[in-house]
């Protein structure tokens, strides 16, 4: 399959199988009735809305994530890993996360090592987006959104 | 004719232009570059470049100001331009002709200074749900500052206006009409000329947003009767930063300055300050005299060329783009008017348009995804947005061609 992509390893590279799977099948997508943190993020670029719902438990663990809204398959990937990823975390290491991505994808000259405690691991799939700056702000989308939500921000966070 | 000689005759007809054009000449990821964007920004010839250039070589300095004589050769440049866009739009008097930054400031200033002194609580402004945000935004702000009210003529699913429900909207409240001339999402040409003489007929003036329409059409404002005709030199192969309000010269005379600064007055004391004449009026500070110089290039390279045969060959060429666009399997058209220019926004299976875009770019085709500014078409058609290929003198089929190619390949991508 995808035959005509086989050379065109940069395509490959932004639309892996993994972005391309959890773009099909987002993980804990649907609203969340029982949330304790929700936020908004915004694209204005191209319109794009995805909100994050967390319920935090009084250890301040992530007991749930999901999300909802329409993006682009980077976007919405992006969302479906992170959820997957942040369920059973402490908020703060949560917020670790948040800035080891945002950090690592924003800067396409240096690749940011990971800190100690945090392992990226599927989140690398993500870093094909390093090469196309008008798409860094899809594959954080998600990431700005939970950030906020853990801050209590109740304004939409924009990408801008 | 056959198909493919009628293809060969038209590619033969529009090569000649195609060589003006230096940025078509290279390639993007090892593909010859398809620009299919010119919708958002055409791109330049050969001759405005040079225009330009040559103003920053060797006459750069200040309009209206100097006795030197690079000062003259500026303001002799800067104010020739005036009369070429005058003669281009066949506008009664040169002192019609407002330089502005673009559509969305000549907007804007009629807004500000035709609109708000006259606006007040109940009052109504007409607009459509076909506009772009800078058709939009500048009525909500004037209704928000007066208390007048902006009304919405709909859209039906082909993306065509709702002329019936125009005609009910259209009312003695009504203040003011402001319409696209061409959605810039959907193509859509809209029958201002009809729509303007249903307004007069109220009293009523008309602003018609030409971003889309001077780039695809013969524009003559005094046929089309309207009070205000605005738009933008980089859609019309010219640079960006420079724009066009037409109005007429009796509201622009009545109408208080837009912005205060130099250049727009005759005297100026504590006591009280004199407006200049019109047009310098309406242009405070120093203006954007290389991008309005550059302009006035591309007003004589739009009447060098056959712009009959440009229209005959940008229709041919989007029955056949929205006809081979269409003969995938996957694909929606969005935007299906009757009476439409050189845009076709489409969908492609459930690949979201920002995904599209970054695949057809990386095979060499630049085309517009997102909601185009214009997210009250994107909200009726209840999608986030659209894939948009544009048309400009430069295409040709060989162009359609590689972009029907990278659409497939997308979706093999995403299969």
Redesign the interface.
Known sequence: ?????DT?D??RD??RELI?DHARNPRHFGKMDDATHCADGINP?????LRVYLRVNEDQLIAAAGFEG?????SVASASLLTDLIIGLPSSQARNYYSAVTQRLSNPDTIVAEPDSIDLGKLKALDGVRE?PS?VK?ATLAWHAMNSALNNQSTPVSTE | MTNAQKKRSHEAAIEVYRQDFPALQQTISDHPLVYLDSASSAQQPVSVIEAVAEYQRNDHSNVHRGVHTLSHRATEAYEGARDKIQGFINAASRNEIIHTSGTTESINLVAQSHCRPLLSAGDKILTTELEHHSNIVPWQLVCEQTGAELLVVPIDDRGQLDLDEFDNLLTDDVRFVAIGHVSNALGTINPVKEIVEKAHAFDIPVLVDGAQGVPHMQIDVQDLGCDFYAFSGHKMYGPTGTGILYGREKLLEAMPPYKGGGDMIIEVSFNGTVFNELPYKFEAGTPNISGVIGLGAAVDYLQSVDLQQIARHESWLLDYMTQEIGKIDGIRLIGTAENKAGVQSFLLDDIHAHDLGTILDHQGVAIRTGHHCAMPVMSFFKIPGTARASLALYNNTADIDQLIVALKKAQQLFA
């Open positions: 399959m995808n035959t005509a992509f065109d940069n395509m932004l639309y391309l670029l191209c319109g794009d809305k329409s993006g682009c398959a980077i196309y798409r899809c």
